[in-house]
């Protein structure tokens, strides 16, 4: 196994995949800002959750080049690495959804999993001969680890227990990542995160969705009692931790990365609920009303806690936005950017970037 980690101080050409979604896009932009001297690659289908609005504040830097593609398009990538012969790669690339994925695993088997393979391949055949200061950096999540009970945490030694068909494609694509730095020497480094929240994410997940629905005076959809917990992190935090892991973290590892802050469901809508109806200028209690209990989710993981000492011990990273100020600064974010959420929930934005990089 090749255990030199990456150097900083020379300029690297690196691809970041999914780099139009939620997370992605603060990852391109930290990296794209930090540094002017290493040449980024996005590379994102811009599927339903993808969209290039999220990076128009630096679409025109020299450093940054965005590519429309699959990940699961075998042909395409191989040309694009053999074009591009990336140093690296970050890959975010993923389908995300818990609920989508009960409803159509197999999308998930294919961008997921095989999605991942391709890349895998095509690193693969570029760098076998010598993998020197090269890296597959796979982003991944703390579901992969099952479900906890009212105590315990997750460390990085936590067998996986997977349960949904996103957190089984995850787990999939950990064990394909690890076999191909054991069996072909691939330098990789993986990190499975909790829930992240904040600007520009998807409103399909809890706590953009249920601003949204706030906002428009729609139920909120609160899946069973109410009592599964989340750990929830602050989405530059999580960036700022992929940096950090990218740079100094060993290869060959798995680093856990979370908030130190665990919510129940019921407890954090009833938080927002609050927040909103201060931000609205509502009467208090007016939120609250919109809360509705509904069929809970198959398979619904009752408890996600990380225990993020590693990254702690090791590289000095702790989140530093409180889970107060991480929540009034996403909330002034979608206020402030209703027409963002009105176009990704009517599906505007992809026509227009579709008809624009061609589909
Ligand atoms: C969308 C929705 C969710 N929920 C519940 C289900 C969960 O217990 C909790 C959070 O749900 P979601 O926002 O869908 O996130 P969750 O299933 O925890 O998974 C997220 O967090 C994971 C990291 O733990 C990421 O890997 C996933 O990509 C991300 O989607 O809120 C509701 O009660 N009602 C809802 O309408």
Avoid at 28 to 53: C, K, S
Avoid at 73 to 88: M, P
Avoid at 135 to 143: K, L, Q
Avoid at 277 to 290: N, Q, V
Wanted: glycine share 8%.
């Amino acid at each position: 196994m090749n255990n030199s980690n990456i150097n900083k101080s020379i300029t690297k050409k690196i691809l970041i995949t999914g780099g139009a979604g939620f997370i992605g896009s603060h990852v391109v932009r930290y990296f794209v800002n930090t540094y002017p001297d290493d040449l980024i690659f996005n590379l994102d289908a811009l599927t339903y959750a993808g969209n290039l609005e999220n990076l128009k504040d630096i679409q025109d830097k020299s450093n940054y080049k965005f590519v429309k593609g699959d990940i699961t398009d075998e042909a395409f990538v191989n040309r694009l690495f053999i074009e591009y012969k990336f140093d690296s790669i970050i890959h975010l690339a993923a389908e995300s959804h818990v609920d989508r994925s009960i409803k159509d695993p197999l999308a998930f088997a294919k961008t997921n999993i095989l999605g991942t393979m391709v890349l895998l391949n095509a690193f693969k055949a570029l760098w076998q001969h010598s993998w020197e200061g090269k890296r597959f950096y796979h982003i991944s999540t703390d579901e992969v680890y099952g479900s906890l009970g009212a105590t315990g945490f997750f460390t990085e030694t936590t067998a996986y227990d997977p349960n949904s068909p996103y957190s089984a494609s995850k787990a999939s694509s950990d064990h394909f990542v690890r076999a191909y730095g054991e069996t072909f020497g691939m330098p990789y480094v993986i990190s499975n995160c909790s829930n992240n929240y904040g600007p520009n994410q998807f409103p399909e997940k809890l706590i953009p969705l249920f601003i949204n629905n706030i906002i428009n005076n729609k139920p909120l959809p609160v899946y069973g009692d109410g009592n599964y917990t989340r750990d929830w992190l602050y989405v530059m935090d999580h960036a700022v931790a992929i940096d950090l892991i990218y740079h100094e973290g060993k290869n060959g590892e798995t680093y856990n990365i979370g908030g130190f802050n665990e919510w129940k469901n019921i407890d954090l809508v009833k938080l927002l609920c609050k927040l909103m109806d201060k931000k609205l200028g509502r009467a208090k209690g007016t939120s609250e009303k919109l809360i509705t209990f509904v069929k809970d989710r198959p398979g619904h993981d009752l408890r996600y806690a990380i225990d993020a000492t590693k990254i702690n011990k090791e590289l000095g990273w702790k989140p530093s936005v409180t889970f107060e100020e991480g929540l009034d600064k996403a909330i002034d974010w979608y206020l402030e950017n209703e027409e963002w959420l009105t176009h990704v929930t009517s599906g505007e934005y992809q026509k227009y970037y579709n008809k624009q990089y061609g589909k």
